[in-house]
């Protein structure tokens, strides 16, 4: 069984507080992205994972996780074979792994003829990673406590964007670490964005899109503020970071102007694909 495993970008994300568990506190507003992994599902004699990058063929792969998570959650013992084939850039903000284990899960509740419920599914993929169950989704939703609490956004129109990336990359943790330590405030871009959404005024949609991460990232990676300004002056009506960072991403007025940033942004040395929200 072979399943896509989409990207996500953040349209907003508000870091709201440090929760007693470690975890923060968000309010986000994520869409699934037409740039995806491809995963492969299927039963056999010994379990098997396998990677076309070597480097993330270990046991700490967000597949290996959710096959275990699933097998324990069913008591499901029958050995399977899951093959990865990485298309999303990582580690950058764009929920790669997650939705990676995201189609796992699925893919192996399909395989075994659905032992688990929808809610026991996301359950089981909270238990992975924050962002699981929202990959898991696969529509766009406010996501609210550690990410993992959903409610989906209907009336969202298709965004054409442009994600870009340089060579730098930044671990989740450390940016939720720096983020504590330099005291910033938390910021409200969500509850705007979503009133926008809300009145299908696409002006103030647009004008309401942020990411509170935006000033740690630029100190910790400064391309980051960099391919932003490259992205405006390709046209970009918004130009955001994703997640936790560094990859960014230019929203376009239709799809032949994204493709032609992505290509002027490759131009310019950054790792740049055209996409569009789902
Ligand atoms: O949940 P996940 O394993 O994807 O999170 C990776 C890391 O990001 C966590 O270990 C934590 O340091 C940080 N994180 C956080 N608050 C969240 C989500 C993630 O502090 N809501």
Redesign the pocket.
Known sequence: MNIKAYAKINLTLDILG??DD?????GSVTAPISLYDSVSVEKSDTNVFKCDLPELRGDDNFCVRARDAFFARTGITQPVTIKLQKHIPYPAGLGG??ADAAAVLNGLNSLFGEPLSADELYETGAQV????PMCMLGKCALCQ???EKLTVLSGMPKLYITVAIGEGRLP??KV??EYDASGARPTGFTDGFIKAVEAGDEKAMLASMGNGFTDICARLCPETKEMRAKLRSCGAKAAVLSG?GPAVYGVFENEQAAMDAAREMRQKGFFAVNCETM
Do not use: N
């Not at 470690?22 to 968000?26: A, R, T």
């Not at 990673?129 to 699981?132: E, H, I, K, L, M």
């Open positions: 440090l929760r470690g975890f923060h506190e968000l792994g997650s990673g924050s962002d699981v406590g550690r990410g989740t943790a939720f670490k936790s």
